[in-house]
Nanobody
Framework: QVQLVESGGGLVQAGGSLRLSCAAS????????MGWYRQAPGKQRELVAM??????NYADSVKGRFTISRDNAKNTAYLQMNNLKSEDTAVYYC??????????WGQGTQVTVSS
């Protein structure tokens, strides 16, 4: 069993920045995929950014503003969010998966962007 713990959420003004962290309870080196999803009130959970091998993919709505990264030595993934907009307000979830194995989710961290 792996635990993922997000942190770094909060309240920020539009145009500001936040960095989310996702700390894993064991090595993240073997995960094929690590990513961030978000869910706004009344909406479905959506993919924000995903790392797979050397490839990073982003939702069109965050391209150029968000950057996903990982530090294997610290067992931590990050989501740097710049130029935040009110529509980025949501609960952000960390996700990790290895092919053929169970997937893992964090408990979520709230990001609120005031306009």
């Amino acid at each position: 069993q792996v635990q993922l713990v997000e942190s770094g959420g909060g309240l920020v003004q539009a145009g500001g920045s936040l960095r989310l962290s996702c700390a894993a309870s064991r090595s993240i080196f073997t995960f094929n995929y690590m990513g961030w999803y978000r869910q706004a009130p009344g909406k479905q959970r959506e993919l924000v950014a995903m790392m797979s091998g050397t490839s990073n993919n982003y939702a069109d709505s965050v391209k150029g503003r968000f950057t996903i990264s990982r530090d294997n030595a610290k067992n931590t993934a990050y989501l740097q969010m710049n130029n935040l907009k009110s529509e980025d307000t949501a609960v952000y979830y960390c996700h990790a998966r290895t092919n053929g194995r169970p997937e893992y989710w964090g408990q979520g961290t709230q990001v609120t962007v005031s306009s």
